[in-house]
C-alpha cells in the first residue's frame, strides 16, 4: 500500500523568501511522485514528477524537489517565492507510470500563503 | 477510517452505456468536487457542490450528472459513454468558509470505455 504525507495544512511565507513544502510517503514498491499545484478557482495542475531517474526534478516555475530515498521524502522547493505561487500543492505517490496505469494517490495538500 | 471514499476503482463499459461512480466523505466537510484526469495529468474540476447546492458546473456535456443527495455523498452519473470519457475520476472534499480545510482526495476511479 501506498500512501502520502505533507506536513503542514498552511505555510505561510514572505515574498523572495525561501519556499520548502514538505512531503513523505510510504511505499512498498519504488515510487513514482508527483507535485501539482491548484490556482484558485482551477483545476490541479501537474509542477514534476520523479520517475526513478536524477533525484532532483526541477518543475515549472521554479519549483524543484529532491528525492531522498533515506528519509522517504520528496519536498517541495522554490528559492524566492513570488506573490503568484500563492496555491495549494498537492503531493502524489504512484506504483508505476502513468502510462502503465499508474493510480495517484494524494496527499492532503498544503496551501501556500505569500505575504508581500 | 475517516476518508473520502470513491467506487468503483475500476470500471470497465461499452460506448453507449450508462454508469455511475459513488462517493462518500464522513469528514463532515460541506463542500464535494468531482475532478477528471486527463491523459497529461491535469486534474480538471468539473462539478462542486455545497451544502447539496451545485456551485460549480464547468463546461461539461450534459450526459454528464452530479448528484448529492446529502452532504455526504456526491455522485456521478454518466448517460452514453464515449471513447473520450475514458479518464480517472477523482471525488474530493472540503470545508468551505472560516475554517477552509484543505482539498481530501479520493483515490479516483480508472472509466476506460471500449
Known amino acids: 500500500a501506498q500512501s502520502v504525507t505533507q506536513l503542514g495544512s498552511h505555510v505561510s511565507v514572505s515574498e523572495g523568501a525561501l519556499v520548502l513544502l514538505r512531503c513523505n510517503y510510504s511505499?512498498?514498491?519504488?515510487?513514482?511522485l508527483f507535485w501539482y499545484v491548484q490556482y484558485p478557482n482551477q483545476g490541479l495542475q501537474l509542477l514534476l514528477k520523479y520517475t526513478s531517474a536524477a533525484t532532483l526534478v526541477k518543475g515549472i516555475n521554479g519549483f524543484e524537489a529532491e528525492f531522498k530515498k533515506s528519509e522517504t521524502s520528496f519536498h517541495l522547493t522554490k528559492p524566492s517565492a513570488h506573490m503568484s505561487d500563492a496555491a495549494e500543492y498537492f503531493c502524489?505517490?504512484?506504483?508505476?507510470?502513468?502510462?502503465?496505469?499508474?493510480?495517484?494517490?494524494f496527499g492532503q495538500g498544503t496551501e501556500l500563503s505569500v505575504k508581500p | 477510517d475517516t476518508a473520502v471514499s470513491q467506487t468503483p476503482k475500476y470500471l470497465v463499459t461499452q460506448m453507449g452505456n450508462d454508469k455511475s461512480i459513488k462517493c462518500e466523505q464522513n469528514l463532515g466537510h460541506d463542500t464535494m468536487y468531482w475532478y477528471k484526469q486527463d491523459s497529461k495529468k491535469f486534474l480538471k474540476i468539473m462539478f462542486s457542490?455545497?451544502?447539496?447546492?451545485?456551485?460549480i458546473n464547468e463546461t461539461v456535456p450534459n450526459r454528464f450528472s452530479p448528484k448529492s443527495p446529502d452532504k455526504a455523498h456526491l455522485n456521478l452519473h454518466i448517460n452514453s459513454l464515449e471513447l473520450g470519457d475514458s479518464a480517472v475520476y477523482f471525488c474530493?472534499?472540503?470545508?468551505?468558509?472560516?475554517?477552509?480545510?484543505?482539498?481530501?482526495f479520493g483515490n479516483g476511479t480508472r472509466l476506460t470505455v471500449t
Open positions: 502524489a505517490v504512484s506504483d508505476r507510470a502513468e502510462n502503465q496505469g499508474g493510480k495517484l494517490i
Open positions: 511505499s512498498s514498491v519504488p515510487p513514482y
Open positions: 474530493a472534499s472540503r470545508h468551505q468558509g472560516v475554517k477552509r480545510s484543505p482539498l481530501h
Open positions: 457542490y455545497n451544502n447539496k447546492e451545485l456551485i
